[in-house]
């Protein structure tokens, strides 16, 4: 008999869990069966789905007791803390959105174009990655594996729906003073050097994700990393300009074929035609796109790429679903 699996979205109405909606029934996944959840104040939210009117649930610690085969978490760190051990003990396996368990050396981090063997390790929860840091590791890992990399130098411009429903609507409303939901400052017009919160080292809590969860993924902790992340008024996609210095020299045409080659890259670099990755060209695509690929003249062994990516889909929902179809 052919076994059906039972799937919880939970935090289906926010960003990232109605786009894992839409992801999965353009997968149409054979043999699942779905429950959507979210927290009490959407409770009761109609969403449509597979053809079919879902209503979302309250999630609650009682939430995992009817038995569920793997769940993806889209609902923030607090609520992963909670529910993710709850879901986990009770047989499930939690594919985590949030940064809760990143760092966690019991917790997988997975991006399947770059280390889909760590999902086997799994203990019922695996941390899906930061949105810019996902992004990043899909062109550096075919680079790392044939040029080893030494330094990584991250600039980051990163769109409002990083932040959720709120970014949007600061961004779309031109919000400023006390009508701003969730910048410190108006977006609108601005690029604002702040993403998640200040450390005392001085770099914000974002930028420290990209530097850890980059060593994490590529299995690599002896990277020297810096990383300058930055929001721009674009609604989704976020662009990444990506300075690498490699332990051994490189020919341009051959990292430009190595990328072509590689997984879930599109390589986009015709400067002579105007060519080059877009956030409006990357909105609604799985792929990360890479552009702009020159040597840095500066320094040894070094190259430069623009790389732009749906933060909402490979950074986040589609990457989760391509976990879970590494799972079954
Ligand atoms: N946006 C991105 O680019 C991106 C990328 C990677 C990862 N992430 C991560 O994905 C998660 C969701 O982000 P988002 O952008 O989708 O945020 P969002 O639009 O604000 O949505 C948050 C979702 O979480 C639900 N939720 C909040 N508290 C809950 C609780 N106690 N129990 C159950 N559900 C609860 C909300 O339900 P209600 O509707 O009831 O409030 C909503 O469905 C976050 O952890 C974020 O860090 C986001």
Redesign the pocket.
């Known amino acids: 008999m052919t076994k059906t699996y039972k799937l919880a979205i ?10 894992a909606l839409k992801v999965l029934e353009e997968k149409n996944l054979p043999n699942f069966e779905y429950k959507l ?7 009761g ?1 109609k969403l449509r789905f597979m053809g079919k009117e879902y209503i ?1 649930e ?2 609650k610690d009682s939430s995992f007791d009817e038995g569920f085969d793997f769940a993806i ?8 803390k ?2 993710a051990p709850i879901a986990a003990s009770k047989g499930c396996i939690v594919i ?5 368990f990143r760092m966690d050396e019991n917790v997988p981090l997975v991006v399947p174009e770059v280390n889909p063997e760590d999902v086997s390790w799994n203990k019922g929860i695996i941390a ?1 990655p ?2 810019s840091t ?1 992004q990043a590791v899909v062109p550096l890992k075919p680079l790392d594996d044939k040029y080893k990399i030494k330094r990584i130098v991250y600039s980051t411009y990163q ?1 409002c ?7 949007i609507e600061d961004l779309i409303t031109k919000a400023t003073g006390n009508s701003l939901k969730k910048f410190p400052h108006p977006i609108y017009n601005n690029c604002l050097p702040h993403i998640d919160v200040f450390e005392e080292d001085g770099y914000t809590k974002e930028e420290h994700k990209m530097i850890n969860e980059t060593r994490k993924i590529l299995g690599r902790q002896d990277i020297r990393i810096t990383a300058t992340t930055v929001r721009v008024p674009v609604e989704n996609c ?1 662009g990444e300009s990506i300075n690498i210095e490699f332990e051994n020299d490189f020919v341009l045409e051959d990292v430009i074929n190595l990328l072509k080659n590689s997984p879930g890259i599109i390589v986009e670099d015709d400067v002579s035609n105007n060519i080059y990755p877009l956030a409006t060209n990357a909105n609604g695509h799985d792929e990360v796109f890479v552009g702009r690929i020159r040597k840095d003249f500066s320094n040894p062994n070094s190259l430069n790429l623009w790389v732009v990516a749906d ?2 889909r490979k ?2 929902a589609s990457n989760a679903i391509q976990i879970l179809e590494k799972l079954i």
């Open positions: 939970v935090g289906a109405t926010g960003l990232v869990g109605r786009t959840f979210c927290s009490k104040k959407s409770a939210t979302a309250e999630l978490f889209s609902a923030g760190g607090e609520t992963a909670h529910f985590d959105n949030s940064s809760a899906n930061n949105c996902i769109a729906s990083g932040a959720g429903r709120k970014g976020h933060n909402i950074g986040a």
